[in-house]
C-alpha cells in the first residue's frame, strides 16, 4: 500500500510538470513592452503560432526604418507619423485636421515614396466634379468607347482641403474609401494594393467650404489632429524645408516594399485579442450612445453615439497598435491610444454642447476614464 501511494505521488508530480512546460507561457514572456497582465491571455491556446513573435520584431524592424528615413524631411510631426502608419496597417483611411502649412501632404508624400508606392494628390475645389476624381468614359473616332482613369487609381490619394468641394463630389471617394474599386460607366475597376486616402480639412475657414456627409466621415479610421511643432523643431525645419530645397534633392530611400505593408496588414489578423478586450471595447462604445445607463457628466451634449463600425475599428486598430508595440496580444492601454482617433469623428454633439463648448475629445476622456479596465 505505502509502495502504491508513492507511485500516485510520482505521477502526480509528473504531469503538473508537463503542464508547466507548456510553450505559451514561454512564448508570452518573450513579449515585448508588456504594460499590463492579463493573466489568461498567457493560458490561450490562440497564443500557439509559431514564428508569430519573429514576424511582429522583422515588422517593428521595418517600421522603424521608415520612420527614420521619413525624419530626413518630416521634423516635429512623429505622433502623427506614427498615427498614419498604424492606420495604414489596418488598411483604413485618414482624415487630417490641422492649420496650413504643418507638412501634412509632406508627411503623405514622403510615406508613399519610403515604401515605393504611386502617390496622387486631388485639390479640391468649388468646381470639381466626381468624374475629375473617378476617371470618365470618351470616344474617338479610332478607339471608339474608351476609359480614362482619373487620379484615385494611385496606392496613396490625398484629397487635399476635402471640404472645399460638395458632398456630390465628396462622395466619389465612398466606393472607393470602402470596397476599395472604382465604378466608371458601366466598368468597375479594383484599386491596387495598399490604399488608403489622406484626407486633410482646413478647420479655420466657414466660407466657400461644405460640411463632410456623416456616411463619409464614418469611413475614415482616423481623425488626426495636425498640430504645431515645437519652437526647437521649428529651428530645424527652417533649415530644412521643401521650399528652400526640392523634394527630390533628400534622396529619399525605398525601405519598403507595397508587399511588406499588405503583408503587415495580414499579420495585424493574428493578434491575439482576450475575451475581456472585446468586452472592453463594446462598453466603451456603448458608452458613448445616448441610451447608455452610465451616468456621465458630458451626457446630455451627446446627440449620437458611436455606430457599430467604431467598434470594429476599435479592434483592429487597438491590435495594429499592439504589433507596433513589438506584442503578439492586445491590452488595455492599446485600446485607449488608438480611442481618440477612432472615436472624435464619431461622436456628435447637440447643440448645447456646442453653445457650451464642449468638444468630443472631452467626452472621450470621461468615458475611457469611467468604463471599468480589465
Given at each position: 500500500m505505502v509502495a502504491k501511494k508513492r507511485l500516485k505521488k510520482k505521477k502526480k508530480v509528473v504531469s503538473i510538470s508537463k503542464k508547466a512546460k507548456k510553450p505559451v507561457v514561454n512564448k508570452v514572456k518573450s513579449a515585448k513592452n508588456v504594460k499590463a497582465p492579463i493573466?489568461?491571455?498567457r493560458k490561450s491556446k490562440q497564443l500557439k503560432r509559431p514564428g508569430l513573435q519573429?514576424?511582429?520584431?522583422?515588422?517593428?524592424?521595418?517600421?522603424?526604418?521608415?520612420?527614420?528615413?521619413?525624419?530626413?524631411?518630416?521634423?516635429?510631426q512623429d505622433r502623427v507619423v506614427d498615427e498614419l502608419i498604424t492606420c495604414l496597417i489596418c488598411g483604413g483611411n485618414a482624415l487630417l485636421e490641422g492649420v496650413p502649412g504643418i507638412a501634412k501632404t509632406l508627411i503623405m508624400r514622403s510615406l508613399a515614396t519610403t515604401i515605393g508606392c504611386k502617390s496622387k494628390r486631388i485639390q479640391f475645389t468649388a468646381d470639381l466634379l466626381p468624374t475629375d476624381i473617378t476617371g470618365f468614359v470618351a470616344y474617338s473616332r479610332e478607339k471608339g468607347f474608351f476609359v480614362v482613369k482619373g487620379p484615385i487609381?494611385?496606392?496613396?490619394?490625398?484629397?487635399?482641403?476635402?471640404?472645399?468641394?460638395?458632398?456630390?463630389?465628396?462622395?466619389?471617394?465612398?466606393?472607393?474609401?470602402q470596397e476599395k474599386q472604382v465604378t466608371i460607366g458601366k466598368q468597375t475597376f479594383h484599386l491596387s494594393e495598399p490604399f488608403i486616402v489622406i484626407a486633410t480639412e482646413n478647420p479655420l475657414e466657414n466660407r466657400g467650404v461644405y460640411k463632410l456627409p456623416e456616411a463619409q466621415v464614418d469611413r475614415f479610421l482616423f481623425k488626426i489632429m495636425v498640430d504645431y511643432p515645437q519652437p526647437s523643431e521649428e529651428e530645424l525645419i527652417m533649415d530644412s524645408n521643401i521650399t528652400i530645397r526640392k523634394f527630390e534633392d533628400y534622396k529619399l530611400k525605398v525601405v519598403a516594399k507595397p508587399s511588406d505593408i499588405?503583408?503587415?496588414?495580414?499579420?495585424?489578423?493574428?493578434?491575439?485579442?482576450?475575451?475581456?478586450?472585446?468586452?472592453?471595447?463594446?462598453?466603451?462604445?456603448?458608452?458613448?450612445?445616448?441610451?447608455?445607463?452610465k451616468k456621465l457628466k458630458y451626457k446630455k451634449y451627446v446627440s449620437w453615439g458611436a455606430s457599430p463600425r467604431a467598434s470594429i475599428n476599435l479592434y483592429i486598430s487597438s491590435r495594429a497598435n499592439a504589433l507596433l508595440d513589438g506584442r503578439t496580444?492586445?491590452?488595455?492601454?492599446?485600446?485607449?491610444?488608438?480611442?481618440?482617433?477612432?472615436?472624435?469623428?464619431?461622436?456628435?454633439?447637440n447643440y448645447q454642447g456646442q453653445i457650451d463648448n464642449v468638444k468630443t475629445e472631452d467626452v472621450i476622456t470621461e468615458i475611457l476614464e469611467k468604463v471599468k479596465v480589465p
Open positions: 493573466k489568461k491571455i519573429k514576424d511582429v520584431d522583422r515588422v517593428v524592424g521595418v517600421i522603424n526604418k521608415l520612420k527614420v528615413e521619413m525624419g530626413k524631411v518630416v521634423i516635429g487609381f494611385a496606392n496613396f490619394v490625398l484629397a487635399d482641403e476635402i471640404n472645399r468641394s460638395p458632398p456630390k463630389v465628396q462622395s466619389a471617394l465612398i466606393e472607393a474609401m499588405i503583408e503587415m496588414q495580414n499579420l495585424v489578423k493574428n493578434i491575439f485579442v482576450n475575451e475581456k478586450i472585446k468586452k472592453y471595447i463594446v462598453n466603451i462604445i456603448e458608452a458613448t450612445r445616448p441610451r447608455s445607463e496580444f492586445v491590452i488595455p492601454d492599446d485600446v485607449k491610444d488608438v480611442a481618440y482617433n477612432v472615436l472624435r469623428h464619431r461622436i456628435l454633439l
